[in-house]
């Protein structure tokens, strides 16, 4: 699929289909570990009173619980309806843009985050020109937090959701060879990573001090389809902050994040 047509599809997903305030809200057991995940290992590195640009920030979810910890935050996001129901916090401005191409000047913030654009993304080129962007409206040694779908774990949820027929699709094959989302899939996906891709492309892309972490690591496939429990919850994220960095596990969870610094002297 082109990106023309994903691009059109991100657009009817998000404004008519689906509820991306519900996704890290109470569409499941998974959504509150997702969450608070994101807001620690965005909230344990960056400085207080940070100016942070969140890329494809939909309504807001990350963005108003940054700016009432007393940041700076502008949104930006390519759908309009998410882009108006941001603005309806109060808090920040939001705006709507593309994490190709943004309008801000060099070195305008601190921190940026790009929790959406990489999967939604299907050539290479794209990915870096959004990576790229990213880094270049952040100040030397500032931070870039980007998250990536790990393809292994979006075909475990694609064969359990489907009869897996006989012979085996050749597109679930090319899923894991290449990362090429399944065809007829609701979700406007447009790659799937695997974490050593990911970290190949945020180092392409200029940044330097890699992390990989899990987002909601090993219980979070078996949470998404259980209702919130508070117990369930503390056992998951005691789970992830113990395993979230190792290897196997980066492959293994719903969500994949990169963080990276841009260069400057004395970041290593
Ligand atoms: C699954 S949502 C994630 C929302 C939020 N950042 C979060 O972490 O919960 C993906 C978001 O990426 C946005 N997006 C898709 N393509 C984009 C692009 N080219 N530039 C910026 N944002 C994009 C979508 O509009 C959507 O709001």
Redesign the pocket.
């Given at each position: 699929m082109e990106q023309g047509e994903i691009d059109a599809g991100?657009q009817h997903y998000?404004s008519n289909v689906f509820d991306?305030d519900a996704?890290?809200t109470t569409r499941s057991a998974q959504s509150a570990l997702e969450f608070i995940r994101?807001q620690e290992l965005v909230g344990d590195r960056i400085g207080a009173g940070s100016k942070v640009v969140?890329?494809?920030?939909?309504t807001g979810?990350?963005a108003a619980p940054l700016a009432a910890a007393g940041h700076e935050v502008t949104l930006?996001?390519?759908?309009e309806e998410?882009v108006a129901k941001a603005q309806r916090h109060g808090t920040f401005p939001a705006e709507v843009g593309?994490?190709?191409q943004l309008r801000f000047a060099d070195d305008s913030f601190d921190v940026a985050l790009l929790?959406?654009?990489l999967y939604?993304?299907r050539t290479p080129e794209d990915r870096l020109k959004?990576l790229r962007e990213a880094a270049r409206v952040v100040v030397p040694g500032g931070w870039v937090f980007a998250?990536a779908i790990p393809r292994f774990i979006h075909h475990a949820a694609v064969s359990l959701g489907r009869e897996a027929p006989n012979p085996y699709p050749a597109a679930w094959i090319e899923l894991l060879e290449s990362g090429t989302p399944i065809p007829g899939g609701r979700f406007p996906a447009g790659h799937l990573h695997t974490a050593e891709e990911l970290q190949t492309e945020l180092t392409t892309a200029g940044l330097t001090a890699i992390e990989l972490h899990a987002i909601e690591g090993p219980a979070g496939f078996a949470l998404e389809q259980l209702p919130s429990d508070e117990d369930l919850l503390q056992a998951a994220l005691t789970l992830v902050r113990r395993t979230g960095h190792l290897k196997a596990i980066r492959d293994l969870t719903t969500h994949l994040m990169a963080i990276g610094r841009t260069p400057s002297p004395t970041t290593p």
């Open positions: 991100i998000y991306e996704r890290l994101v969140d890329i494809g920030g939909a979810i990350h930006v996001d390519p759908v998410q593309d994490a190709r929790f959406g654009p939604h993304l959004a998250a």
